[in-house]
T-cell receptor, first 113, second 113 residues
Framework: QKEVEQDPGPLSVPEGAIVSLNCTYS??????FMWYRQYSRKGPELLMY????GNKEDGRFTAQVDKSSKYISLFIRDSQPSDSATYLC?????????????FGTGTRLTIIP | DTGVSQDPRHKITKRGQNVTFRCDPI?????LYWYRQTLGQGPEFLTY????????KSRLLSDRFSAERPKGSFSTLEIQRTEQGDSAMYLC???????????FGDGTRLSIL
């Protein structure tokens, strides 16, 4: 079983809809949680970076972390065709030297105009 | 502030040849990371540096792989005697220091003929 599970999709939603993406994980040592967006043939672009449990909002994006359930989510409001991409969740532990990111497989999202 | 730069963007080589990739991190970032991404998967950690010191290597980094960061600035990743299974996107990331977000370049796509 993988440490981080993410539904690969594909997920298609109409423009303007709210998108919900999520990941589950098994390693309770994970403390930092990230969402990256990756366009085709490009590197991952950092969207959200959160520590421990709680919510964080940045423009149309909201990240939620529920450590008790080992579940993280990314919500995209007022989705746009330019949001069409693969979304990767990533996480890491807290201790110094524990710097590697563990990624989910990514969810491919298409916003239909 | 320029981002992480990787060169070349695409490398095509025959099985058994040696290849070398270069990564230039964001200026003043003392952490540099290498990941590998195959089609439909999230990036997998290979190794990372703090300045010129290589602090962690994944089991994925067989003895055919070697990474260096000789002056604590740019880094190189060399693969000797390439195999078909080495075909992947090789991603470099950097962070200002430990615990800070990792920012990725657009990767080097390696194709083995």
């Amino acid at each position: 079983q993988k440490e981080v599970e993410q539904d690969p999709g594909p997920l298609s939603v109409p423009e303007g809809a709210i998108v919900s993406l999520n990941c589950t994980y098994s390693n309770s040592a994970f403390q930092y949680f990230m969402w990256y967006r990756q366009y085709s043939r490009k590197g991952p672009e950092l969207l959200m970076y959160t520590y421990s449990s709680g919510n964080k909002e940045d423009g149309r994006f909201t990240a939620q972390v529920d450590k008790s359930s080992k579940y993280i989510s990314l919500f995209i409001r007022d989705s746009q065709p330019s949001d069409s991409a693969t979304y990767l969740c990533a996480m890491r532990g807290e201790n110094f030297g524990n710097e590697k990111l563990t990624f989910g497989t990514g969810t491919r999202l298409t916003i239909i105009p | 502030d320029t981002g992480v730069s990787q060169d070349p963007r695409h490398k095509i080589t025959k099985r058994g040849q040696n290849v070398t990739f270069r990564c230039d991190p964001i200026s003043e970032h003392n952490r540099l990371y290498w990941y590998r991404q195959t089609l439909g998967q999230g990036p997998e950690f290979l190794t990372y540096f703090q300045n010129e010191a290589q602090l962690e290597k994944s089991r994925l980094l067989s003895d055919r792989f070697s990474a260096e960061r000789p002056k604590g600035s740019f880094s190189t990743l060399e693969i000797q005697r390439t195999e078909q299974g080495d075909s992947a996107m090789y991603l470099c990331a950097s962070s200002l220091r430990g615990g800070q977000p990792q920012h990725f370049g657009d990767g080097t796509r390696l194709s083995i003929l």
